[in-house]
């Protein structure tokens, strides 16, 4: 039987200048409010954005507390304490900065809507660009004065671009002969769409009272 006490030390958190051990809690909220200072930095300049992991390493080296625990057991938890804070004090989204590896801002975000009791919309990363415009607005960007719609992220846009071309291209590609250089090309496509915002994602469960994602036994070893 696994209890608070005899979790794992790994699963903990620490402090950097003495090593001592910290509630892991107490630790979530030492990130989320580092988190939002470096989210709140990041919005001050126009177009940029942080990955889950580069904010992760950002989060604990600013609050001096560490942890060994995967970043993919935690984060969601921070960036939901985030989202809960702006929403609460009337700031735009700035949970919509965190992105994934894939540029995207993935299942993550849908918490925002959640908060805000709004409907899931059809393109969820370009709801993201909008509310990236609005945090980069509030926290004093320089702004483009030719305002159009806000860009996606690098990634999300190279691959809907190619996606477009694809599309407009796939008249002259029925005709002509089905070579294996274009068997190849269309494995290639493939591989890259399995990477794609589009795939589906699996909710994880979270704890409803620290956010932080539950075993398999669904019994938070923070919270009991």
């Given amino acids: 039987m696994v209890t608070k006490q005899?979790?794992?030390?790994?699963?903990?958190?620490r402090r950097a200048v003495d090593g001592a051990a910290v509630p892991f809690r107490e630790a979530t909220v030492a990130w989320?409010?580092?988190a939002h200072a470096e989210l709140a930095e990041t919005a001050t300049g126009y177009g940029h954005f942080i990955t889950v992991n580069d904010l992760a390493e950002r989060v604990q080296q600013?609050?001096?507390?560490?942890?060994?625990?995967?970043?993919?057991?935690?984060?969601?938890?921070?960036?939901?304490?985030?989202?809960?804070?702006?929403?609460?004090?009337?700031?735009?989204?700035?949970?919509?900065?965190?992105?994934?590896q894939n540029h995207t801002v993935g299942d993550t975000y849908r918490y925002v809507l959640e908060l805000a009791a709004l409907p899931i919309p059809d393109?969820?990363?370009?709801?993201?660009?909008?509310?990236?415009?609005?945090?980069?607005?509030?926290?004093?960007?320089?702004?483009p004065a030719d305002f159009t719609i806000p860009p996606l992220t690098p990634k999300v846009a190279a691959r809907r671009g190619k996606t477009a071309q694809t599309r407009r291209s796939a008249p002259q590609a029925e005709a002509?002969?089905?070579?294996?250089?274009?068997?190849t090309e269309a494995q290639t496509e493939l591989e890259v769409d399995a990477e794609t915002e589009t795939e589906p994602q699996v909710r994880e469960r979270v704890?409803?009272?620290?956010?932080?994602?539950?075993?398999?036994?669904g019994t938070c070893h923070y919270c009991g």
């Fill in 176 to 183: 002509a002969p089905r070579t294996a250089a274009m068997v």
């Fill in 62 to 100: 600013t609050s001096g507390v560490y942890t060994d625990t995967p970043t993919r057991m935690w984060m969601d938890a921070i960036l939901r304490k985030v989202a809960r804070r702006c929403h609460n004090a009337g700031e735009p989204p700035l949970t919509a900065l965190c992105v994934r």
């Fill in 32 to 34: 989320a409010l580092a």
């Fill in 207 to 217: 704890c409803e009272q620290c956010f932080i994602q539950l075993p398999a036994s």
């Fill in 123 to 143: 393109d969820l990363e370009l709801h993201a660009a909008y509310a990236r415009w609005q945090c980069y607005q509030h926290f004093g960007a320089g702004m």
């Fill in 6 to 13: 005899s979790v794992p030390t790994q699963a903990g958190a």
